[in-house]
């Protein structure tokens, strides 16, 4: 009888605080708690839980940043790792959020990792499980509550309820509208700008999840998510407009990790030289020079060359120049670092094969990014 009162109230609620437009606390409430214990329990008896993945205390401290900026400040939020393939995250009411291992491997950063969990608390902040509790018991709540009632009595009506309780539930997992995920959308959007996150992250995730549905056939595991959700390239365009509205540029690099520059020492006939390496290549390598040892005047043009990826340097804006004091490698026209004529030596190139070397690679690289999706 408890539980038969207590679900009658949490069906009353979901159509009342809705219908009303009543401001919700910035808190979780009793009854959102109750409901998102009731639906977890089935859930979680569905899918194998990973309680140590090491992605979990990223993940709290993503919620931590984002959290304090929505509409609900004060939420509690549980997040869950969910042994499966297929890139997926769901929430539940009361603060209760699950992330597929697929869909961490497929997250490249912190960036991209925060658009997936601002799009989830969207969908608390929102109340959309609620709004869709209230969108079915509409079609009749006395019935429905009766059927509900059944649940804990015996016989075959209690088997008969107890299947549609079952629906209900895959409808607070699976049942967001497409109106309701574009809300959702639009709203992690502003809580990344708000929280220090580069939205951009939210562009190239649904990018991900694009080459992802060229590549196969629509996933098995929770197939709402592709029922639902709207088309991704639709996803992908209303995000690119919002990021010209905000005035953002669109630069993937730095939530992609794409265009990786590193430095290497390296030893050659006993002298200790550096390289720089961009996306895996090798562009050039540099000897010692005055004061400066090889790994540091590597690891000066590394950080120059970083800076200009960092921000939106293209293959195009490189340029090489051969001139009598070596060779200058340039961006827009504005010098990077100079290779010498020792350094030339070291490379076994000529000034003009170096040149066209490093021309090339930078250009290999963007290409390769660019295939890949990265960029």
Request: aromatic share 4%; with cysteine; hydrophobic share 45%.
């Given at each position: 009888m408890r539980k038969?009162?207590?679900?009658?109230?949490?069906?009353?609620?979901?159509?009342?605080?809705?219908?009303?437009?009543?401001?919700?606390?910035?808190?979780?409430?009793?009854?959102?708690?109750?409901?998102?214990?009731?639906?977890?329990?089935?859930?979680?008896?569905?899918?194998?839980?990973?309680?140590?993945?090491?992605?979990?205390?990223q993940l709290r401290q993503i919620l931590a940043r984002i959290v304090p900026v929505t509409e609900r400040p004060k939420m509690t939020y549980t997040i869950k790792v969910v042994e499966d393939n297929e890139p997926n995250a769901f929430t539940f009411p009361g603060g209760f959020m699950y992330v597929t291992t697929g869909l961490l491997k497929l997250a490249e950063s912190e960036?991209?990792?925060?658009?997936?969990?601002?799009?989830?608390?969207?969908?608390?902040?929102?109340?959309?499980?609620?709004?869709?509790?209230?969108?079915?018991?509409?079609?009749s709540i006395p019935v429905l509550l009766a059927m509900l009632a059944a649940v804990f009595t015996r016989g075959e009506a209690a088997m008969q309820a107890a299947q549609i309780v079952s629906q209900v539930v895959q409808v607070l997992m699976l049942g967001y509208s497409r109106d309701m995920e574009r809300e959702a959308d639009e709203a992690a959007f502003s809580y990344l700008q708000r929280a220090g996150y580069n939205p951009v992250g939210l562009l190239t995730f649904f990018e991900k999840l694009a080459r992802l549905e060229k590549q196969s056939t629509p996933p098995q595991f929770l197939p709402g998510y592709w029922t639902t959700h709207p088309a991704i390239e639709e996803r992908i365009s209303a995000v690119k407009q919002w990021l010209t509205a905000a005035g953002l540029p669109i630069n993937r690099r730095p939530v992609t990790r794409a265009l990786q520059v590193e430095v290497k020492e390296i030893e050659a006939n006993g002298a200790k030289l550096a390289a720089l390496i961009?996306?895996?290549?090798?562009?050039?390598?540099?000897?010692?020079?005055?004061?400066?040892?090889?790994?540091?005047?590597?690891?000066?043009?590394?950080?120059?060359?970083?800076?200009?990826?960092?921000?939106?340097?293209?293959?195009?804006?490189?340029?090489?120049?051969?001139?009598p004091e070596g060779v200058t490698v340039l961006v827009s026209f504005r010098p990077l670092w100079v290779l010498t004529a020792a350094d030339i030596a070291v490379n076994q190139l000529t000034p003009d094969e170096l040149a066209v070397k490093i021309k090339r690679t930078i250009s290999r690289g963007f290409l390769k990014e660019r295939l890949s999706g990265r960029l």
């Open positions: 038969w009162l207590l679900l009658t109230v949490l069906l009353i609620f979901a159509n009342c605080i809705v219908a009303a437009q009543t401001p919700l606390p910035p808190e979780v409430t009793e009854q959102e708690k109750k409901l998102g214990e009731e639906a977890v329990k089935e859930f979680e008896a569905k899918v194998k839980i990973v309680n140590d993945h090491p992605a979990l205390p960036h991209e990792l925060a658009a997936v969990i601002a799009h989830e608390v969207a969908h608390n902040t929102r109340l959309h499980a609620i709004r869709m509790i209230r969108k079915e018991s509409q079609l961009l996306s895996g290549e090798e562009l050039c390598r540099f000897s010692p020079l005055d004061k400066q040892s090889a790994l540091e005047r590597a690891q000066e043009a590394a950080r120059k060359l970083d800076e200009v990826l960092e921000a939106g340097a293209q293959a195009f804006d490189f340029q090489t120049k051969v001139t």
